[in-house]
């Protein structure tokens, strides 16, 4: 064969796969993955290491509030049943008696039959650990007084000249006053726990009329 009749095969440009190109290629990227300020020491972004520091004061704030809040409820709540009893008679002080009658179901647990005829029927109730107490205050007429006395269970016969059986203690709470020269007559109607010990303390200035002061003590 001539050399005219040999087929001239055109030279190829290098291709961007050759092995020259990758490997300056490959030397490129370990410098850049390699650049200093990029990360920790340990691989961790800085950014990423702030957010899990956040995660854990997130975290530690909540523990505190689900400790901590319980915690001063029972402290405050603790406090406040101790306060609770003394409270409620320096409310009863404050506010005085209600002019009112108290309900039937007060005058069957403190034991307390007022006449249907009476008239300024005051009375407040007061409730802590140790006792119950209900003050109760009306006028009736000698034979109310009489029907009075009788659903207590004692009488009369009963009441003593001359002696006021409302205590000082008593008295503060309620404001009542049993002072000279009035006509007073007293008695104590006691009964065995749970049921309720009632002080009576009448006023008989007018027999006709005579306005009673009663005190009906019962401990749970």
């Not at 490959?26 to 200093?36: D, L």
């Not at 007559?185 to 309720?196: A, E, F, L, Q, W």
């Amino acid at each position: 064969m001539t050399a005219a009749e040999h087929h001239i095969v055109p030279r190829q440009p290098p291709s961007s796969g050759s092995p020259g190109s990758s490997g300056s290629s490959g030397s490129g990227s370990s410098g850049s993955a390699g650049s200093p300020g990029s990360g920790d020491g340990d691989g961790t972004p800085p950014q990423d290491r702030r957010r899990v520091v956040r995660r854990r004061l997130i975290t530690l704030t909540i523990i505190v509030l689900l400790i901590g809040i319980p915690a001063g409820y029972l402290v405050i709540s603790a406090g406040q049943s101790r306060r609770s009893g003394k409270d409620k008679e320096a409310e009863a002080s404050a506010q005085g008696l209600r002019e009112d009658w108290p309900s039937g179901m007060q005058r069957r647990i403190f034991e307390l039959p007022i006449p249907g005829n009476a008239v300024g029927v005051q009375y407040y109730e007061t409730n802590n650990w140790k006792a119950s107490r209900m003050y109760v205050k009306f006028r009736t007429t000698s034979a109310g007084l009489d029907r009075f006395l009788s659903g207590v269970g004692t009488g009369r016969a009963a009441l003593e000249t001359g002696k006021v059986t409302i205590g000082q203690r008593d008295i503060k709470i309620t404001g009542w006053l049993f002072g000279p020269g009035v006509d007073w007559s007293g008695t104590v109607h006691k009964n065995k726990d749970p049921r309720p010990t009632q002080s009576i303390t009448v006023n008989m200035t007018d027999p006709a009329a005579p306005v009673v002061y009663v005190v009906s003590a019962a401990t749970p």
